[in-house]
């Protein structure tokens, strides 16, 4: 039963304070309960703590790992690992995010963080040197900037912290081993899940408007609430593509590796709103 807890949580770059700008008010509320989940997700005590998220193939990424909000008009990199000695491999947004968002709280780098497994094909490096800043926005209490590790912190019993991309139409077999993967990684695992919703939800959404858009969201909420595993896996990656769903694949690797670990889930839906046309879900779910 390796994995014991999980955290659900979107991935837009305006979640990010600096790339928000005089709209990141708008989104004090999601990045609030994002905090909430991932606070709960380390107050387990795991000993590893596995990012996963959408990109461009389906496997494990190498650390040293490092994202970039530079595409989105802000020059910030965000590292896997606080204090990783280079830039390393590419990490696609969904866990730039990801990694932001642990680096907001007390995670200092463990002795060793590089995975056994093989980088799958298309991770690429990127430059050891960059002059792009590595700072993170005002984290909560208690948390410490992107790259640095808390004052006073010692890498003596910090979780690992890895990262997957799953391919966003991934299919049963590559979810299958991925969550198999998943559960590779220590003997507690805590999984943190980055996806969106539908992006079709009203005529100013990415996607238009598609009247399919709020009963799927409202099938996802209710099973991230529930920790129903069969309705995740049940979700149809057809139908989640057209949608635009950047979540389905992510989801389905959890609820696989939720399913692997046995016994009984315990899931809390954090939040739940399409403020930009595009559903964002925090949950929190923990082992019973």
């Known amino acids: 039963m390796p994995l014991v807890a999980a955290a659900v949580c979107p991935h837009p770059p305006l979640l990010v304070p600096e790339v928000a700008g005089s709209a990141a008010p708008e989104l004090d509320d999601l990045r609030a309960a994002c905090d909430t989940a991932v606070r709960r997700l380390l107050a387990v005590g795991p000993d590893s703590v596995v990012l996963l998220g959408t990109g461009p193939v389906t496997g494990p990424i190498r650390t040293p790992a490092t994202g970039s909000l530079q595409p ?10 606080p204090g990783q000695p280079d830039r390393g491999a590419v990490l ?8 932001w968002l642990l680096t907001r709280h007390e995670t200092p780098p463990p002795a060793s963080t590089v995975p056994t497994s093989t980088p799958p094909v ?4 990127a430059s050891a040197t960059s002059s792009s800043t590595t700072v993170s926005s005002a984290p909560p209490t208690g948390a410490t900037s992107a790259g640095a590790t808390p004052t006073g912190a010692t890498s003596a019993g910090a979780p690992t912290v890895t990262a997957m991309q799953v391919a966003a139409d991934a299919g049963p077999a590559e979810l299958s081993v991925l969550a198999d993967e ?22 100013t959404s990415p996607g238009y408007d598609d009247p399919r858009a709020l009963a799927y969201d409202q099938r996802v909420a209710a099973a991230l609430a529930d920790a129903d595993l069969d309705v995740l896996l049940d979700l149809d ?19 696989g590796a939720a399913r692997r670990a046995g016994g009984g889930w315990r899931g809390e839906l954090l939040h739940h709103a ?9 949950a929190s779910w923990e082992r019973e």
């Not at 989105?72 to 690992?81: A, E, Y």
């Not at 696609?92 to 990694?99: F, H, K, M, V, Y």
């Not at 399409?274 to 925090?282: D, E, H, Q």
């Open 237 to 255: 990656p057809v139908v989640s593509a057209e949608l635009k769903a950047a979540g389905r694949a992510p989801w389905q690797v959890l609820a």
């Open 182 to 203: 998943v559960a590779a990684t220590g003997d507690r695992v805590a999984l943190l899940v980055l996806g969106d919703g539908s992006a079709c939800r009203g005529v």
């Open 72 to 81: 989105w008009g802000v020059d910030l990199d965000v590292p896997l690992v």
């Open 274 to 282: 399409a403020p930009y046309g595009v559903a964002y879900f925090v």
């Open 92 to 99: 696609p947004l969904s866990l730039t995010i990801g990694a």
């Open 122 to 125: 298309g991770t690429p490096s």
